[in-house]
């Protein structure tokens, strides 16, 4: 029997040019084939031996493919976001970690866990937002600004993040910009400008941006938002931050995956229109059984729909690629020490962060006076 060809993908993305304009450029992804049910009851036993026999556990985005996202519940190992995958690798006793997600995500895991062994099921699975911020042209940007703090987001390259200040995600970064802005920083924001926005609309803070986005919430259309509301009038919205301004606008809960899975399980309806990438639902109806969950439009009159809310690199994460890294051992992350321990420091500050807030003390006497050491 013929083998299966992978689809390989055309993927347009935002580079910053100068002027803050962008340009359009071109990446690729492959989508492996589906495995037939034989086929996948096969590779799901395979790569649970294969654990065991490694000394492995999984960690999986709220984004790939659900076989990878369940496989990893049930073999104990986590699904989450980038941070909480690499530091429940970090704190794993498991001496390997397999990373089902885009490539930032395996050198985040490896910066917390260097002496590990990190493998990913395809090397080449990359994100927008990482694409568009190359670590020289971000560099000479921090260098054009002195004399702001540098907080890069986490879908960024070990390079970007090793020239920052602080890390953080869609779930702290309002609360650690605030701190930022109330003891006298201006921030530079990188690499995704809508996510900068809102968090400079919620905070108030001096900021300037990197002008980068997400391909998938970048589609999202508030005219077509609009048109589902109508058709589900008692659903209510939930947004992910790295959508456009207009779309945020018509929210009734803005949150990062964690932060839209607490609202689905905490609002007061039993509909959902949501706004990010829609791997996300199946965890979303996992979780919530007794209720109604309808992907925000990316398509329509006043969309493209380029990646029709689904990344096109997290869906090149399969089954039959995570047996195969485990069986050979390829596909390791490397990272290079000195470089990861720079970019360690920004994580270790929003660890740090985020901990105390955790704890109930004072996370802002974490974040220096402007000028102190």
């Known amino acids: 029997m013929s083998a299966v060809i992978p689809v390989v993908k055309d993927v347009e993305f935002d580079h910053p040019v100068e002027g803050s304009a962008c340009e359009t450029r071109h990446a690729w992804a492959r989508v492996p084939p589906e495995p037939a049910p034989a086929e996948r009851a096969a590779l799901k036993a395979r790569i649970r031996d294969l654990l065991k026999a490694r000394n492995a556990v999984m960690v999986s985005h709220y984004y790939v493919h659900p076989d990878l996202q369940d496989l990893a519940e049930e073999t104990g190992g986590l699904v989450s976001d980038s941070l909480e995958m690499a530091r429940f690798g970090r704190d794993h006793p498991a001496q390997t970690l397999v990373v089902s997600g885009v490539r930032f995500m395996g050198e985040t895991s490896k910066i917390l866990s260097p002496h590990k062994r990190v493998l990913m099921p395809d090397l080449d699975a990359t994100c927008s937002l990482d694409l568009g911020c190359p670590a020289d042209e971000f560099s000479a940007f921090c260098d054009a600004h002195p004399d702001r703090t540098v907080v890069v987001y986490a879908n960024t390259s070990a390079a970007v993040k090793a020239r920052a200040d602080w890390l953080v995600t869609s779930s702290c ?43 998938v919430h970048d589609e999202f259309k508030a005219f077509e938002l609009e048109a589902l509301k109508r058709e589900h009038p008692a659903a209510k919205v939930l947004v992910h931050p790295e959508s456009p301004a207009d779309v945020v606008a018509l929210a009734d809960a803005v949150g990062s995956t964690s932060g839209i899975l607490k609202a689905a399980r905490e609002m007061d309806a039993t509909e959902f229109i949501v706004a990010t990438d829609n791997g996300m639902m199946h965890k979303l109806r996992t979780l919530n059984p007794g209720k109604m969950f309808y992907e925000a439009p990316t398509a329509g009159n006043s969309a493209t729909c380029k990646s029709c809310a689904h990344c096109p690199w997290m869906a090149m994460n399969g ?55």
């Open 173 to 215: 970064a309002i609360e650690i910009v605030r701190a930022l802005h109330e003891k006298g920083h201006k921030i530079l924001w990188a690499p995704d400008r809508h996510l900068g926005s809102y968090i400079q609309r919620e905070t108030g803070a001096d900021m300037v941006f990197w002008n980068g986005s997400c391909i």
């Open 319 to 373: 089954l039959a690629d995570v047996a195969r890294v485990l069986e050979t051992g390829a596909n390791e992350i490397f990272v290079d020490p000195a470089l990861g321990e720079r970019a360690r420091l920004p994580i270790d500050r929003m660890l740090a962060f985020t901990a105390a807030i955790k704890d109930g003390r004072p996370a802002g006497a974490l974040v220096p006076n402007i000028g102190a050491a």
